[in-house]
């Protein structure tokens, strides 16, 4: 009978162990990167989680032949740290012996050990899991890690709880067309858009609740930003005193995350060289205003007062840069037209909503704003959309047994990552994008 | 133009504020949880996030008439905190006036306030977002959290890196009969079972991954302990030196979760009178030395040497418990034919692989095992077992080019909260379960 008792310390030491240990023999593992011979001697450079290391083969010193490594290979080092300034970390490894754990079979298809991958983005897409050991290429997703997490630790520290809803369902928060659909048990069943009516719910329990998962949206758009599937960040909050509580909130996410990112991912931000954008005050603007400011600034007509196409915000994020220096823009008051029925009206025009989208560099990253919290307003919208009740019966039995005033968002991980790092396609940051052209692997 | 520049503090009070606050007026808000009439006065319960608090009307010192009030409203009372050692927290809220925020249309369904909601399962899943205002009901979904909070924070400082990969896809890891199907933009797809294949694919790039989110299975059993969506805690690890790394990591994963609900969640665990289950040291035990020592003590033949039945993780559990004071079991080495194409068979014995199930109190909670690293084993096996590359392309191609010893395993969520709170139903540890008949809300 063996007993387990808890991860025990390892044989091999990891980078940052390596300078406690300098001159003494130790054991490193990893994948070799890439290998280069400069006459007498060679580099052979390690790939392991936190980095690069540079291990020096000498064949006076080695006790094995350098023929016997591959591009690739998984290894086992032994060999003794040294201080070589010009190495990354400004440590080397002096190689003695290599153990090889695996070996590939054929020669690798595209260059990771190049500083920039210079392959298409349809290339890296088809060959993901290679392509992303480019130690720059994998970084993006570290960055990405970095986001989540700080969207946790700071929504836990307001108290919001975590919550886990079904992606599976009878029916999606906003209906329509682009629902994703299947057969469950000879039912029909859709894939949810939004944890939009969960979430709400769930506010009635918790008071505030998020959740960071999947959704899913069977839209027919190809562009540049939009994906059939993303990783959803999503809250909502009760008690609130109005939608500005929102923007508050999430003005405090950002400013939370990026100190997070600066403190914990700071070789990520460098790789990149990415200077983060500015989170201390984020302007917000009513969308009718912002359509005016840069329709005057740009000489831009204005086709359609209630609708805002992607190059009227790209404007708008142009205008708050020049004008405010300001990365960010809240843009408020979104025409109730273009808001799902649970959308709270503005009570001093009605046409509008207490809403608001979170642009990141004329980019929408986030979609927010005040829910109707009461039971017979909401009905009222319903009807008045011509909507059903038909399998909203718990979501409204929810208003009817009494619910806080309350809001929420939802933040688009994959866009607020491409906009954070400057990438120019959505599928950039994405681990394995689902499109219209796109379902494998 | 507003500028929003974060979280401001909050003009209304939590309950671990009021402390500070004895003897003023203050501000709280919440739901009334119940109200009991005591005479001359009468006690209003307000339920918040973190808890109950016990507010006092008295006629004579509240500006409001009682009747104004209502069980599930939403209210911000204003009251001066006293001192009060028989009402929960020791603390009590001597009422003044009272702001009505949202007003109920209909009495309520449930007896919310009571300590054990004497409800069936089937009524509280059918009003779910109602009894989970329940304080004890609602505390399981606390805990759950504290688990997957537990999950990422030990994973993280393991040098684990998080992952989001699709739900959608052409093909899944272990294909067969209980996959979900739908049309994928007129193509056929399927709902993940497992993010294995993109989990291991991973661990090439970032030798150590994991990921927490939904997995789907299309699986006709109607038990207590299935369903048919459910979180997976998933996690793939590279250059492990044999598969017990991943017991020792996941004995030490259970050690630090459980000292974080004990520390950060004892108020959840109260509720429920739980004692946490022991991890200083899980035993592991072979499959067949498993069923055999079951069978010996309890008396039970052994029907198929291959195949382990409910009944038999019962008693294994139950013979670890009595002989060895056990709340966990490693069970090693699953037979090849109960266990996918990808994983390691053991060199000693191909009949079985270098694989485990982690039972709690008898029921499992856990698959994982070592993966077969090398590319030709892996194209034999597949072949051995009449199985076709198409779709694997990329998967297969990642171990053409490299990948090193590894292995991972699946955790079970609402199974691991089930059988810690000591529910009888994994339906009872679910925010909103689908199983065969359950496809709503």
Chains 1, 2 share one sequence.
């Not at 273009?338 to 959308?343: H, I, T």
Request: proline share 5%; net charge negative; charged share 30%.
């Amino acid at each position: 009978m063996d007993f387990m008792t808890g991860v025990k310390k390892a044989r091999t030491l990891e980078l940052g162990e390596l300078q406690a240990h300098m001159g003494q023999e130790v054991c490193v593992n990893g994948a070799i990167h890439t290998i280069r011979h400069m006459g007498e001697i060679a580099f052979v450079i390690l790939r392991k989680r936190d980095g690069l290391l540079q291990c020096v083969y000498e064949s006076g010193r080695a006790e094995f032949d350098l023929k016997d490594l591959k591009e690739a290979a998984a290894v086992e080092v032994t060999g003794v740290p040294e201080e070589e300034s010009r190495a990354p970390g400004g440590i080397e490894l002096c190689m003695r012996s290599v153990k090889i754990l695996s070996m590939p079979s054929v020669p690798m298809p595209l260059q990771i050990s190049r500083w920039k991958l210079d392959t298409s983005l349809e290339a890296k897409l088809n060959m993901r899991s290679i392509s992303l050991r480019n130690v720059r290429e994998r970084a993006k997703f570290k960055l990405q890690e970095g986001i989540v997490k700080g969207f946790r630790d700071f929504l836990y520290a307001e108290g919001f709880t975590e919550i886990h809803t079904p992606k599976i369902g009878a029916r999606s928060a906003e209906g329509g067309s682009n629902l994703f659909r299947l057969d469950y048990f000879h039912r029909p069943a859709v894939l949810q858009q939004s944890p939009q009516l969960y979430k709400q719910m769930m506010v009635g329990v918790f008071d505030r609740v998020f959740e960071t998962a999947p959704v899913f949206r069977a839209e027919k758009h190809n562009t540049r930003r939009h994906l059939n599937e993303y990783t959803s960040l999503d809250l909502e909050m009760g008690y609130i005193s109005g939608f500005e509580d929102l923007m508050d909130l999430e003005t405090g996410f950002l400013q939370y995350t990026m100190e997070l990112l600066q403190r914990e991912y700071a070789k990520e931000l460098k790789l990149w060289g990415i200077t983060l954008p500015k989170t201390d005050r984020i302007p917000a603007v009513r969308f009718d205003r912002a359509k005016e400011l840069a329709a005057e600034k740009y000489g831009r007509r204005i086709r359609n007062p209630f609708d805002l196409e992607p190059e009227e915000e790209v404007l708008i994020g142009q205008y708050f840069k020049e004008e405010y220096d300001a990365d960010f823009v809240f843009i408020t008051h979104y025409p109730s037209k273009k808001r799902p029925f649970y959308a709270m009206d503005d009570p001093e025009d009605p046409r509008y909503t207490l809403s608001f989208d979170l642009l990141c560099h004329g980019l929408e990253v986030t979609t927010g704003g005040q829910r109707i919290h009461d039971c017979r307003m909401l009905l009222d919208k319903l009807a008045a959309r011509g909507m059903s009740e038909e399998g909203l019966e718990q979501y409204l039995d929810t208003f009817r047994y009494g619910m806080p005033p309350h809001g929420g968002l939802g933040i688009g991980l994959e866009r607020l990552t491409m906009q954070l790092v400057g990438e120019d396609n959505v599928r950039e940051t994405t681990l394995y994008p689902r499109d219209l052209s796109r379902l494998e692997p």
